[in-house]
């Protein structure tokens, strides 16, 4: 763990700056978490921070397909600290029942250990937000989620298939996925649809 | 520039759709614009995406430090968004006098390209908030300009010195940069403060 600078600040509760400074330093690991898929040229492997922060675009740019009272500031927010949990728990690849298995047991562990870094009300509130976004049982969760499977889609279409090529992924494993956009966004959802149907006709999806 | 899939969604507005993935496919090269400062650990540049990613998580932490009635989703807002013009005009490095004297104009020409690929409404408001950042004359975007200065010194101070080291930066470099976070944020200034006496003491900085 990287400590932070051992510098007192006038007017400034020590203490409570300090705890904070510590979760962004911890933070920064994300940006050395890789996920399977490519950049949109296919340079090299995107990794966790720079994938959360074009979700926190994309929800913006694609906020009016969500569902009426959806609140996007939160989609935002959630989409910021969804995969903090990584950085001890790893990218854990979709389409690998094996690791999903443990998956949300060792996401469990990292989020406690990483969101109580925080000052205890920053903590809490971090880690309620994570839940949210995890449960998929509101309207900002489900779309932040939508938003969460689209992207690597795109990246996967315009990289020849990606690692859905890479991976043998079938079909069916993908509709799947596809399942989870429409749940958080009809037009989203609709749009993955035809997408898939078109990586389909390219070959880029395995018979299954 | 890379297209879209031409697929038709049912029941979605086409050629509005379509602006708004030529943008997100766009933006994706955020990726790959490579900033001077090193990662908290020392082990390569970061990307503009990762970093404008990490001051979107900043802008929250730090939220109770902004001035009372700061409206801390519109600071994340601009945020994820303030670094884009670089996808043309580049990282400009903020102690080379001779870069930033034509930033402005590549930065403006950059705008009128990239914005300008989402849907007219969008592009609208998007530019008009990259420009509020720009202009610092609002308390969102003094604040937004205020966690963007931060965050380099954190990384800097965590890397003995780094970009401060390799260019030769002096202190009244940096003072003036202080006095940029100071003005977003009283009590992150006065951190900034303690902060830069603590890396002259340890050497980090030039004399001048």
């Known amino acids: 763990?990287?400590?932070?600078?051992?510098?007192?600040?006038?007017?400034?509760?020590?203490?409570?700056?300090?705890?904070?400074?510590?979760?962004i330093l911890e933070t920064d690991k994300l940006k050395r978490i890789l996920r399977r898929n490519m950049l949109v040229d296919g340079s090299r492997r995107e990794n966790d921070a720079e994938h959360s922060w074009h979700l926190a675009l994309a929800a913006r740019v694609f906020a009016e397909y969500a569902p009426a009272?959806?609140?996007?500031?939160?989609?935002?927010?959630?989409?910021?600290?969804?995969?903090?949990?990584?950085?001890d728990a790893g990218?854990?690849?979709?389409?690998?029942?094996?690791?999903?298995?443990?998956?949300?047991?060792?996401?469990?562990?990292?989020?406690?250990?990483?969101?109580?870094?925080?000052?205890?009300?920053?903590?809490?509130?971090?880690?309620?937000?994570?839940?949210?976004?995890?449960?998929?049982?509101?309207?900002?969760?489900?779309?932040?989620?939508?938003?969460?499977?689209?992207?690597?889609?795109?990246?996967?279409?315009?990289?020849?298939?990606?690692?859905w090529v890479r991976h043998g992924v079938t079909r069916s494993q993908v509709a799947e996925k596809v399942k989870i956009i429409a749940e958080g966004s009809e037009a989203l959802g609709s749009y993955a649809v035809a997408l898939i149907e078109d990586a389909e006709r390219r070959g880029y999806l395995a018979v299954g």
């Open 1 to 23: 763990m990287t400590e932070p600078a051992p510098v007192f600040a006038s007017g400034v509760d020590h203490e409570r700056l300090t705890s904070q400074l510590r979760f």
């Open 69 to 87: 009272g959806t609140d996007i500031d939160r989609v935002v927010e959630m989409l910021v600290l969804h995969d903090i949990v990584e950085i």
């Open 91 to 163: 990218d854990t690849f979709i389409y690998d029942p094996g690791q999903a298995d443990s998956q949300s047991e060792r996401e469990r562990a990292a989020a406690d250990r990483i969101f109580a870094l925080l000052p205890e009300d920053q903590a809490r509130s971090t880690r309620a937000l994570w839940e949210e976004f995890e449960a998929r049982g509101t309207a900002e969760a489900r779309f932040a989620k939508a938003i969460d499977r689209l992207a690597p889609m795109l990246a996967n279409w315009h990289t020849e298939g990606g690692t």
